[in-house]
Antibody, heavy 120, light 109 residues
Framework: EVQLVESGGGLVQPGGSLRLSCAAS????????MNWVRQAPGKGLEWVSY????????YYADSVKGRFTISRDNAKNSLYLQMNSLRAEDTAVYYC?????????????WGQGTLVTVSS | EIVLTQSPATLSLSPGERATLSCRAS??????LAWYQQKPGQAPRLLIY???NRATGIPARFSGSGSGTDFTLTISSLEPEDFAVYYC???????????FGQGTKVEIK
């Protein structure tokens, strides 16, 4: 069974940092492209970042470029999101989402999400 | 950047009725469009990809159609568990961006 489990969320002050993790199981993690998608309270979905299966290709949404860093450790079946210079508008539930194998532009499995709250 | 606009914002229907949800792209995305369902407190679930292909385990009452700029998600006969928010999504090749529509809430009338 495919499982994605996020962790690392919490309350952080504006300007602070946080590192999210996503532990993957039930599939060959190293073969799949991965993403982070977030959802502000009561709002819609916003794609945040993408990383290729090898980690060699990375993309970011303009809203987080220069502040967030995506990475992965295929030996540990884990995906990460380092978030620096956090702002109030970064408050959201952060989901890790797997790119569909044959059509990686779509997200076929999602974690349960971890809540990040940026507030003083 | 491609913008996806969903309509209506809210759809009030009764169980057993047919639901028709629309997603319009600001420029052609060919057939590269997906639909997701999200229930309160849950992660989104992939329903449809490539505009008309059902994802694994998705019931046949869900169908997708369209190409270019106009897409439709149809739920042929609403079950109680179908009342949720639905999002469309596309990925553009350049700039590499994944975008979602703002969502349509299907609520019980």
């Amino acid at each position: 069974e495919v499982q994605l489990v996020e962790s690392g969320g919490g309350l952080v002050q504006p300007g602070g940092s946080l590192r999210l993790s996503c532990a993957a199981s039930g599939f060959t993690f190293s073969s799949y492209e991965m993403n982070w998608v977030r959802q502000a309270p009561g709002k819609g979905l916003e794609w945040v970042s993408y990383i290729s299966s090898s980690g060699s290709t990375i993309y970011y949404a303009d809203s987080v470029k220069g502040r967030f860093t995506i990475s992965r450790d295929n030996a540990k079946n884990s995906l990460y999101l380092q978030m620096n210079s956090l702002r109030a508008e970064d408050t959201a539930v952060y989901y890790c989402a797997r790119g569909q194998f044959e059509r990686p532009g779509y997200f076929d499995y999602w974690g349960q999400g971890t809540l990040v709250t940026v507030s003083s | 950047e491609i913008v996806l606009t969903q309509s209506p914002a809210t759809l009030s229907l009764s169980p057993g009725e047919r639901a028709t949800l629309s997603c319009r792209a600001s420029q052609s995305v060919s057939s590269y469009l997906a639909w997701y369902q999200q229930k309160p407190g849950q992660a989104p679930r992939l329903l449809i990809y490539d505009a008309s292909n059902r994802a694994t385990g998705i019931p046949a009452r869900f169908s997708g159609s369209g190409s270019g700029t106009d897409f439709t998600l149809t739920i042929s006969s609403l079950e109680p568990e179908d009342f949720a928010v639905y999002y469309c999504q596309q990925r553009s090749s350049w700039p590499p961006l994944w975008t979602f529509g703002q969502g349509t809430k299907v609520e019980i009338k």
